[in-house]
DNA sequence: GATCCGTGGCC
DNA sequence: TGGCCAAGGAT
C-alpha cells in the first residue's frame, strides 16, 4: 500500500510554496523550517486556498524568523486579520520569539523540542518533524482522519476513535520516505478522498479500501453529534469622523485572552444571550453623540452567533476619547486590520 | 474529554 | 440557504 501511495504522490501530488517535491529531495533540496513552521500554524483548521496569499505576505514581510520576532505584535495581528483563530497569531509572535533569543533561530527537529514551542500541538509537531526535516513522524489530521477511517471502516465516532486511527495509521507509514510519505496520505485526503464525492476511481488505496468495498465511503468519518449554537445579542457604536480616504473609526483593543483576542473591535455592550438583557443605545454609547440605528450585522462564530444592532454617529471637532480608543482609517488596507464581525459592523454604518 | 477559539467556500 | 467542512491548540 505504501508503495502504491508514494507512486500515485510522485505523479500526483500538489506542488505547494512551502513544499519539497521529491524529485527536489532527490536533489538534496532541504526545506526551510522557518517556512514549513509557518505554512503549518496558517493551515491549522484553514484550506490551503485561503492560507497561500498570508503566507506569501509574511515570507514577504518578514523573511525570516528573527525578522518576525523582531516584528511589533501589532503588525502581526493585523498581518493575520481575516484569516481567524487568532491565537494563532499570538504563538506565532511568541514562538518566533523563543526560536530567535532562545534557540538561535534554529527549529527543534525533536517532538519534546517542537511540542513545547507555543502553538505546536501534537499533529504540528510531527508534520514540522515530517515536512521540514524528513524525519519519521506520525501525522494525523483530519485528512488523515478520513482516509484511514474509510480504509477500515472504523465505526466509532470521532474524536474518540483517535486513538485507533492513529494506531493503524502508524502501520501505514513509509520509514524510508517519511516526509513524503507524511504529505501524500494527507493530499490523499485533500484531493482524492474527499468529505463529499470522493474520487475513488483514482484512489491508489480503492482495492484495499473497506468503505469502498462496501459502497459507503461517504459515511465515515462518523463524527459525534453536534450541539445547537446559542444566539447572542449586542449594541456596536460605530463613531466616524473625517471624509472620502481620510475618513476614520472609532477602536479599542480586545482583551489578550479570549474570543478575538487581541485583535481590533468598535465599541459595543457585552454579548448576552437575553436581548432584553440590553442597555438602551443612550445608556451604552462610549460617546454623547447624535447616534442613528444604521442597522443589524449577523456573524457565526464557532460556538455561538453574534446579532448586532449598529448605531452609528458623526463626530466634528475634538471629544474626550474613551480609555484606551483610538481612531484607524475606514480605507481598505486599514479595514483589513479588523476581524470580520468588526468589518462588518463598520460597513454597515457607512 | 469537553469547551473555546474564525473564516470563507461548498452544494 | 444554511449546515458542513478545513493541514488543531490551549485550557
Sequence with gaps: MRARLLAWYDREGRTLPWRIRPEERVAGRVADAYAVWLSEIMLQQTTVAH???????FLSLWPTVHDLADAPREDVMAAWAGLGYYARARNLHACAQAVSRELGGVFPSD??????????????AHAIRAAAFNLPASVVDANVERVITRVFRI??????????IRKHAASLADPARPGDYAQAIMDLGAVICT???????????????????????????????KKVKPVRHGLAFVVLRGEGEGREVLVRTRPDKGLLGGMLEVPGTDWVVDAGALPGFSEAAPLALRWR??????????????RLTVFAAPLSGEANLPDGARWVGVHPIRAAGLPTAMKKAVQAAL
Design 155 to 164: 465505526e466509532a465516532p470521532l474524536p474518540s476513535a483517535k486513538p485507533d
Design 111 to 124: 517532538l519534546e523540542g517542537l511540542r513545547a514551542l507555543p502553538g505546536i500541538g501534537e499533529y504540528t
Design 195 to 225: 468529505p463529499r464525492a470522493p474520487s475513488c476511481g483514482a484512489c491508489p488505496w480503492a482495492a484495499h479500501c473497506a468503505a469502498r468495498a462496501a459502497g459507503d465511503q461517504e459515511r465515515y468519518p462518523v463524527k459525534a453529534a
Design 51 to 57: 492560507a497561500a496569499p498570508y503566507y506569501a505576505k
Design 293 to 306: 440605528e444604521a442597522g443589524r450585522i449577523t456573524h457565526v462564530f464557532t460556538h455561538f452567533e453574534l
